[in-house]
């Protein structure tokens, strides 16, 4: 009895101390996702502006090393394994594939397009993550179970919930009646080109690979984690050598001197937030959220973005929401839902297969050690002769 009861109070202890740590990672993906809506906003003020594609993200590393560095310096010495050329050159593809392609592609995507098409087109985030994670068997998938299929579902709810948001209008449900409608008119229809030398067809190729590098910087970070624990440095790690691969294209590519000079306030402070909050905040936040989660939990508020950008407008611009912005809420809300269920249903899944483990092993304990107290044979008796 006494130890069922420590048993069981271990397990509550163990419930509370989940439930806090998972309000802070929702919480935290949410910020997030507000971060990188202005993002959008904020990278295609600085490229109308003429910040060079190339000097935009150099900059942008730059100040997202100098923020974390010195935290990541001071907070983890102790939490450092020693380096080797194999972590060297794992931070590097890190680097590679979710600094140097994934903020390359998008820029180059984003000047071809539209802010509002590059938001839509990284809800498919969530699908290629998932897809790359299961194949590489990071995220474990039974479609037997439950649960597998609710993440299944889920995810390609979010999915179909942001692309109804982008590519279905239908009437105005509620917003200011004086709302001008040119606004909701101004995008255009995917032309196979634009003007001043801009393609439509080039730029949803850019950001595709963008996609595909974002995911794969999610999937390939949960693996280098567990060999290095330490999330301030490796997010460090993978900003310097990002920044000193944007430094060589850019030596070759950027030969205008003049590029490099930020002619004014505006352009200063679309660095900075790119610096601050897209990169160092972000970096760190998801980082920490893969390393307690997984990428798969990451990849999935993604389709959130969109959402929150269909409400900003509506409430700071003026704008109309429309019945295509209400079915896509409800189609997100409700993927996101079936995705943490099925991953909460997996964990307690796991949690009760490690009790019964740690259960078992308790009563092999206590067998040997009664078996061990026991002598082999019996005590002799004194009989009469």
């Known amino acids: 009895m006494a130890r069922d009861d420590t048993l069981r109070g271990h397990g509550a202890g163990a419930a509370a101390g989940v439930a806090p740590e998972r309000a802070r990672l929702h919480v935290a993906m949410l910020s997030l996702q507000f971060g990188y809506a202005g993002f959008h906003v904020v990278s295609r003020l600085a490229l109308n502006m003429g910040v060079s594609k190339l000097v935009f993200p150099v900059y942008r590393n730059l100040i997202a090393l100098c923020l974390l560095a010195p935290f990541a310096y001071y907070l983890e010495k102790k939490d450092r394994p020693a380096m080797t050329p194999g972590l060297l050159l794992q931070f590097f593809l890190l680097a590679l594939c979710g600094i140097t392609a994934n903020q390359g592609f998008y820029l180059l995507g984003l000047d071809n397009t539209s802010p509002t098409f590059a938001s839509a087109i990284q809800n498919s985030v969530p699908a290629i993550t998932f897809a790359m994670a299961a194949a590489l068997g990071i995220e474990r998938v039974s479609l037997r179970r439950l649960d597998g299929l609710a993440k299944v579902a889920g995810t390609a709810l979010c999915v179909a919930g942001a692309s109804v948001i982008t590519l279905f209008k239908g009437p105005a449900v509620f917003g200011p009646a004086a709302a001008l409608d040119v606004a909701h008119h101004h995008q255009p229809a995917a032309p196979a080109s634009g003007g001043g030398g801009k393609s439509w067809m080039l730029g949803c190729l850019y950001l595709m690979g963008h996609c595909v590098s974002w995911s794969g910087w999610l999937v390939l970070q949960a ?31 950027e030969r205008d ?28 936040v998801q980082t920490w959220c893969i390393d307690r989660s997984g990428p798969v939990f990451v990849a999935v508020y993604q389709p959130v973005q969109t959402l929150l950008v269909a409400v900003m407008a509506s409430l700071i611009l003026g704008e109309r929401f429309y019945l295509g912005g209400i079915i896509g809420a409800v189609l997100i809300i409700a993927g996101l839902y079936l995705v943490l ?13 490690d009790a019964a483990a740690a259960a078992g092993t308790i009563c092999d304990e206590a067998a040997a050690a009664s078996c061990l107290k026991q002598p082999l044979l019996p005590p002799a008796t004194s009989e009469a002769v």
């Open 341 to 353: 269920w099925g991953k909460s249903e997996e964990r307690a899944l796991a949690a009760k297969e």
């Open 257 to 284: 001197a003049a590029a490099w000079a930020l002619g004014s306030g505006a352009e200063l402070l679309t660095v900075l937030y790119a610096g601050l909050v897209a990169s160092g905040v972000a970096f760190a």
């Open 223 to 253: 693996p280098v984690l567990k060999r290095y624990p330490a999330r301030l440095s490796v997010t460090s790690y993978t900003c310097l050598f990002g920044l000193l691969q944007f430094l060589a294209v850019a030596a070759v590519a």
